[in-house]
Structure formats: structure tokens, C-alpha cells
């Protein structure tokens, strides 16, 4: 059974600072996705890494995949309070497609001003 | 272009009775799948539908069902309702067919059972 961990499961961090979080599978995967959710709303992609190495970056996040370690860090530089918020990172253990994603139990952030 | 609408947004039921749950995928996607949310297990697969068939299916009871119509919409149905089926019901739209693809969230529904 695919287990996925992520940690930490709870983050303050000042604005201004750096700092990642971590997923860690168990299973052999090479789909790794990231996503927000805000109180109260939905999922909001973030990222979507498809291969060994892959690296994606949007504003102050960067999220990337190493599927030997089956690990994947999302990385935030200088944060923003606009980042706070809950982020999942979601493996997929279907065939094909994500359209059966294990979720891990989220890291809820706050940035403090 | 319209993104996944679920309905209704909120719902109270009473234990026992039965809910229906509705999700309309994004244009040109054939795949719903449904996600349950709740604080204490988190985030976990209900099933995955796929041209009117089931494809995937997670580790809920029989009570938990569901279908998908030619044009894409799918509804979940949960019938003999419990205390611990309260929790936010999010359905996922997905374009299959190629690699890149992603997962597209609705804005859920939110089941609360008194």
C-alpha cells in the first residue's frame, strides 16, 4: 500500500525567511504533485512533476522530484503572509494518469509578519 | 472555460438517510474522480470514473457509490448515512490520454451528518 509523508505537518515561519518541506513515498512513482488549499476551499494545483529530476518553479515556490530517494521538496524562498496556507503534496499510483491520487497529511504554514 | 462544479456546496443530513452528490468535470475531460476530506484521516480516494465505468475504487464500505453519465458528470451516492461521513466531498476532473496531465479540483461539498 503507497504511504506518503509528509513533514513537517505544522510551520511558522517569519516573512522574509527560507525554508522546504518534504514528501516522502513508499512505493515506485514517477507523477509527484503539489497542491494549496486554503480554510474552507478547494485544492489549487501547484506543481506537476513528471520525472526523475524535474524542477518547476513559480514565484517564491520551487518544487522538485527525485524518484530514487522517492522524495520531493517544495521549497519556498522569502516568504510571503500570501503564502500561508495548507499544501499536500499527492502521488499517483495508477497506471496512467492521476486519477488515483494518495494524498500526504498536508503541512499547514502561517507566515508571520 | 468552466471549471469542475460540484453541488450542492452544503448539505445536513440526519444518520440513516441516504445523499447524492453531484460533479460536473471541465469540458473534454472523461475522468471524475472523488476524494474524501476530513480532519482526522486527511485526504483519501473514494473512486474514479472513467467513460461511464469504474476504473479505480478505494477502501470505503459498499455504502459509498457511484456512477458516471455519457456526457462526463458524475454523482456519488451515500446511502445509511453516519456521524463519521461528515466531511468535505471533493471531486477531481482530469484530461487522461497524456502524461502532463493534472487533476482539476471542484470546490466541494461540504456533508455534515447530525
Known amino acids: 500500500e503507497l504511504k506518503v509523508e509528509q513533514n513537517p505537518l505544522f510551520l511558522s515561519m517569519q516573512e522574509g525567511k527560507n525554508y522546504t518541506i518534504y514528501c516522502n513515498y513508499s512505493?515506485?512513482?514517477?507523477?509527484l504533485y503539489w497542491y494549496r488549499q486554503d480554510p474552507g476551499k478547494s485544492l489549487e494545483s501547484l506543481f506537476v512533476?513528471?520525472?526523475?529530476?524535474a524542477v518547476k518553479q513559480e514565484g517564491r515556490l520551487m518544487a522538485s522530484l527525485d524518484t530514487k530517494a522517492r522524495l520531493s521538496t517544495l521549497h519556498i524562498t522569502a516568504a510571503v503572509h500570501d503564502l500561508s496556507a495548507t499544501y499536500f503534496c499527492a502521488v499517483d499510483s495508477a497506471n496512467f494518469g492521476n486519477e488515483k491520487l494518495t494524498f500526504g497529511t498536508g503541512t499547514r504554514l502561517t507566515i508571520i509578519p | 472555460k468552466a471549471g469542475v462544479t460540484q453541488t450542492p456546496r452544503y448539505l445536513i443530513k440526519t444518520r440513516g438517510q441516504q445523499v447524492t452528490l453531484s460533479c460536473s468535470p471541465i469540458s473534454g475531460h472523461r475522468s471524475v474522480s472523488w476524494y474524501q476530506q476530513t480532519p482526522g484521516q486527511g485526504l483519501q480516494f473514494l473512486f474514479e470514473y472513467f467513460s461511464e465505468t469504474q476504473r479505480n475504487k478505494g477502501n470505503f464500505p459498499g455504502r459509498f457509490s457511484g456512477r458516471q453519465f455519457s456526457n462526463s458528470r458524475s454523482e456519488m451516492n451515500v446511502s445509511t448515512l453516519e456521524l463519521g461521513d461528515s466531511a468535505l466531498y471533493l471531486c477531481?476532473?482530469?484530461?487522461?490520454?497524456?502524461?502532463?496531465?493534472?487533476?482539476?479540483f471542484g470546490q466541494g461539498t461540504r456533508l455534515t451528518v447530525v
Open positions: 512533476l513528471l520525472s526523475n529530476g
Open positions: 477531481a476532473s482530469t484530461w487522461t490520454g497524456r502524461l502532463n496531465t493534472e487533476a482539476f
Open positions: 512505493t515506485t512513482s514517477d507523477r
